[in-house]
């Protein structure tokens, strides 16, 4: 793991691993776009292709995804979406 220095491949896990870093390092795709939001932060990431793979990566900014998950629903109406 390039971050922390971590070599044992026997201690790496599949979780809880930076995918936007993992895009970076282990692909050498780029940051080509950022969008700053009151509550997240989205990130487009590409290949070096200029027709290639575009993929935006959107997280909050200060909730852990275990805290999110632990938020009760939305209420109906409440800036939830409806069905598509």
Known sequence: HPS????????WS???Q?????M????G??????????DTRSLLVT????????VVVTAHKTASMQ???ELPP????AGALGPF
């Open 4 to 11: 922390t220095g971590q070599r044992d491949p026997e201690q």
């Open 14 to 16: 599949s979780s809880a």
């Open 18 to 22: 930076d995918v936007v870093e993992q």
């Open 24 to 27: 970076l390092v282990g692909l």
């Open 29 to 38: 795709w780029r940051i080509t776009g950022v969008c700053e939001r009151a």
């Open 47 to 54: 290949s070096r292709d200029p027709a290639g793979v575009q």
């Open 67 to 69: 805290q999110l998950a």
């Open 74 to 77: 939305p209420a109906a109406g």
